[in-house]
């Protein structure tokens, strides 16, 4: 089908936000707060995408930050839904709906249920996005977009470099992680539990011959409820960008699921109580696509802790390697370092701006920004810089780099 031939400009806006998950929801509110007209396009029927979809607690790297991530977690705070698990966990409604507010009250435009679906190009820069609901095939016109897909789909559809893994290879890639939520578990681990021990135990009982695929899963309470997440199923050598692979990665992610938790349930008396509510949603994928962008963020810059010019945030996350072939997690301690705005630029384009994990850098250094407080602050600079270039008509490299400071702010 020859979309650009079928399908004319619905409306036409200053900024719009591919996504409008951790990065992609602070985006449109930052921008919409500058004054930009602002759309977010978002396939699920939330805002927040892994904090809404993957039941994706702790809230790594979220408490030290200003700006939006902080209104974040205080408007949790005010709801008593932040706290539970090492004083970072939330409840996911919750946070869906300070997102909303904050959206609504900026005055971004959010389309839900809608999937984007390809874009048009005018040499180095992206001229529009196409998408899909039920509306049917929709086309969209802005000054600036930003790239919070988590997989820099965006960008690959417009022609940007991009690498995957450490050797160019998928199988590189951390493993995926279908996070589930339970209740029913004992009190006495309200504060969390790190499941390796019970579950293998548990199987042994079973007489089954099954083990765990992770070697650190955690119980994960959530603040004043009776429920928890639990970080346990653990998929390797699936290609990120194989519709096939993420298909088999959730099937498999399921049985390692209810494999664990029948275990427990019938072999631990302990968990003798405990329901399954569910899978999340949303797949956990740790890693796809990164751009290559005006700097590439690398391992040096995070273990010397770096600060740059156009710095966006601290992060102080380490660097935390799923392996993607073995049950081990290789965690690497990093000095609190700066994300450069440079790394949200692709190499070569005018009027795109990424955010979230497929920023530039290397396959070591993604392992620490890529946790959801780090993206929220990219968002949010992405956000204000991509205002910024639609009202002065400028490059996003000329956005001045007080504005998408957030250190300080």
């Given at each position: 089908?020859d979309?650009?031939s079928?399908?004319?400009c619905k409306e036409?806006?200053d900024?719009i936000?591919v996504?409008g998950?951790p990065?992609?929801?602070?985006?449109?509110?930052?921008?919409a707060r500058m004054?930009?007209?602002?759309?977010?396009?978002?396939?699920?029927?939330?805002?927040?995408?892994?904090?809404?979809?993957?039941?994706?607690n702790p809230?790594f790297?979220?408490?030290n930050?200003k700006?939006?991530m902080r209104e974040?977690?205080?408007?949790?705070?005010?709801?008593?839904a932040?706290?539970?698990?090492?004083d970072?966990?939330?409840?996911?409604e919750y946070m869906k709906?300070l997102l909303?507010?904050k959206s609504?009250?900026a005055?971004?435009?959010?389309?839900?249920?809608?999937?984007y679906?390809?874009c048009e190009?005018e040499?180095n820069?992206v001229k529009?996005?196409?998408v899909?609901?039920i509306?049917?095939?929709?086309?969209?016109e802005?000054?600036?977009?930003?790239?919070?897909?988590g997989?820099?789909t965006?960008c690959?559809?417009?022609?940007?470099?991009w690498?995957?893994?450490?050797?160019?290879?998928?199988t590189d890639?951390?493993?995926?992680?279908?996070?589930?939520?339970v209740?029913?578990?004992?009190?006495?681990?309200r504060?969390?539990?790190?499941?390796?021990?019970v579950?293998e135990?548990?199987?042994?009982k079973e007489g089954?011959?099954n083990h765990?695929p992770f070697?650190?899963?955690?119980l994960?309470p959530?603040?004043?409820?009776?429920f928890?997440?639990?970080q346990?199923t653990?998929?390797r050598?699936y290609?990120?960008?194989?519709?096939?692979?993420?298909?088999?990665a959730?099937?498999e992610?399921?049985?390692?699921?209810?494999t664990?938790?029948?275990?427990l349930k019938?072999?631990?008396?302990?968990?003798?109580d405990?329901s399954l509510?569910?899978?999340?949603p949303?797949?956990g994928v740790?890693?796809s696509?990164?751009?290559v962008?005006?700097?590439?963020?690398n391992?040096?810059?995070?273990l010397?802790?770096a600060?740059?010019?156009?710095?966006?945030?601290t992060?102080g996350?380490g660097?935390?390697i799923h392996?993607s072939?073995?049950?081990?997690?290789?965690?690497i301690h990093t000095?609190?370092?700066q994300?450069?705005f440079?790394?949200?630029?692709p190499?070569?384009?005018e009027?795109?701006l990424?955010?979230?994990?497929s920023i530039?850098?290397t396959h070591?250094?993604?392992?620490?920004?890529?946790?959801?407080g780090?993206?929220?602050?990219m968002g949010?600079?992405a956000?204000?810089?991509?205002?910024?270039?639609s009202?002065?008509?400028?490059?996003?490299r000329?956005?001045?780099?007080e504005?998408i400071?957030?250190?300080?702010k």
């Amino acid at each position: 089908m020859d979309l650009n031939s079928k399908v004319k400009c619905k409306e036409r806006y200053d900024v719009i936000v591919v996504g409008g998950g951790p990065s992609g929801a602070p985006a449109g509110i930052a921008a919409a707060r500058m004054g930009a007209k602002a759309l977010v396009i978002e396939a699920q029927n939330a805002l927040g995408g892994m904090w809404a979809g993957g039941f994706m607690n702790p809230l790594f790297d979220g408490i030290n930050k200003k700006g939006i991530m902080r209104e974040l977690v205080d408007g949790l705070k005010e709801r008593n839904a932040f706290g539970g698990f090492w004083d970072k966990s939330f409840i996911f409604e919750y946070m869906k709906l300070l997102l909303e507010e904050k959206s609504a009250e900026a005055g971004v435009n959010v389309l839900y249920d809608t999937h984007y679906i390809g874009c048009e190009c005018e040499e180095n820069r992206v001229k529009g996005v196409y998408v899909s609901n039920i509306e049917g095939i929709s086309y969209y016109e802005a000054d600036v977009f930003v790239d919070a897909t988590g997989d820099a789909t965006l960008c690959a559809d417009a022609g940007v470099q991009w690498q995957i893994g450490e050797n160019g290879d998928y199988t590189d890639c951390q493993a995926m992680t279908q996070m589930f939520m339970v209740c029913g578990f004992p009190e006495k681990y309200r504060d969390g539990l790190i499941m390796y021990d019970v579950c293998e135990t548990a199987f042994l009982k079973e007489g089954k011959g099954n083990h765990l695929p992770f070697k650190v899963p955690y119980l994960i309470p959530a603040p004043n409820s009776d429920f928890a997440n639990v970080q346990l199923t653990h998929m390797r050598g699936y290609d990120p960008l194989s519709a096939s692979d993420r298909t088999k990665a959730v099937m498999e992610g399921r049985q390692q699921m209810i494999t664990a938790f029948e275990a427990l349930k019938n072999y631990d008396e302990d968990f003798k109580d405990m329901s399954l509510i569910g899978a999340a949603p949303l797949l956990g994928v740790r890693e796809s696509r990164r751009i290559v962008g005006e700097y590439t963020l690398n391992e040096d810059d995070l273990l010397n802790g770096a600060k740059f010019p156009d710095g966006i945030c601290t992060c102080g996350f380490g660097i935390d390697i799923h392996d993607s072939k073995a049950t081990k997690q290789t965690v690497i301690h990093t000095k609190p370092y700066q994300i450069p705005f440079r790394s949200l630029i692709p190499k070569g384009f005018e009027g795109l701006l990424v955010a979230g994990r497929s920023i530039s850098g290397t396959h070591i250094a993604m392992a620490s920004y890529r946790v959801t407080g780090n993206c929220c602050a990219m968002g949010e600079a992405a956000g204000k810089a991509a205002a910024y270039a639609s009202k002065h008509k400028c490059s996003v490299r000329d956005v001045p780099n007080e504005l998408i400071n957030l250190i300080k702010k």
